[in-house]
């Protein structure tokens, strides 16, 4: 079973629509949970980062922890054609090193 | 400030050549990461600097790669030989040096290398 599963998409929606972005794991020793997003010829950048279970808000996007089904999610409100990239969650262990999900590809059409 | 470079954007070479990668970390972190992505998979991690020394190298594939970081500054990722299945990007990655937290990780926009 791999340590995390993403669904890698591609994923089209119309501008202002509400994105929903998902991930899974299996490891108990994740302590953040994060998002990073990558645009085209870019490297990943993190978006959001979460610690423990609940919601996390900052403007349009929201990251949902739920410890206890390893069920992270990513929402974007009022999507805009800049939001189009790859969006990858990641997880860091007390080791430091990362571990990420193979990206979710959105497209948001104007 | 400046971000992570990586040098070269893009290398193409072929089988049982050598390449070397070459990162320059952001100006005062101490931690330097490299990762690999694979066409189609994840990223993954392969080893992990605190300045001059290896902290973490449980990523790296094979003795057929070998990286360094010189002084505590750029970091260098030398592939030699290089086999078909080394294509990929390769990410460089820096942060400060924390006690606890978060661990932010800033990345470079990565050096796509392909082995024909």
């Known amino acids: 079973q791999k340590e995390v599963e993403q669904d890698p998409g591609p994923l089209s929606v119309p501008e202002g629509a509400i994105v929903s972005l998902n991930c899974t794991y299996s490891?108990?020793?994740?302590?953040?949970f994060m998002w990073y997003r990558q645009y085209s010829r870019k490297g990943p950048e993190l978006l959001m980062y979460?610690?423990?279970?609940g919601n996390k808000e900052d403007g349009r996007f929201t990251a949902q922890v739920d410890k206890s089904s390893k069920y992270i999610s990513l929402f974007i409100r009022d999507s805009q054609p800049s939001d189009s990239a790859t969006y990858l969650c990641?997880?860091?262990?007390?080791?430091?090193?990362?571990?990420f999900g193979t990206g979710t590809r959105l497209t948001v059409i104007p | 400030e400046a971000g992570v470079t990586q040098f070269p954007s893009h290398s193409v070479i072929e089988k049982g050549q050598t390449v070397t990668l070459r990162c320059d970390p952001i100006s005062g972190h101490d931690n330097l990461y490299w990762y690999r992505r694979v066409m189609g998979k994840e990223i993954k991690f392969l080893l992990h600097?605190?300045?001059?020394?290896?902290?973490?190298e449980s990523g790296m594939p094979n003795n057929r790669f070998l990286a360094e970081r010189t002084g505590g500054t750029y970091s260098t990722l030398k592939v030699q030989p290089a086999e078909l299945e080394d294509s990929g990007v390769y990410f460089c990655a820096s942060s400060q040096k924390r006690s606890q937290g978060l661990d932010e990780q800033f990345f470079g926009p990565g050096t796509r290398l392909t082995v024909l």
């Open positions: 490891n108990s020793a994740f302590q953040y």
């Open positions: 979460t610690y423990s279970s």
């Open positions: 990641a997880f860091q262990t007390g080791a430091n090193n990362l571990f």
């Open positions: 600097f605190v300045k001059e020394s290896k902290q973490d």
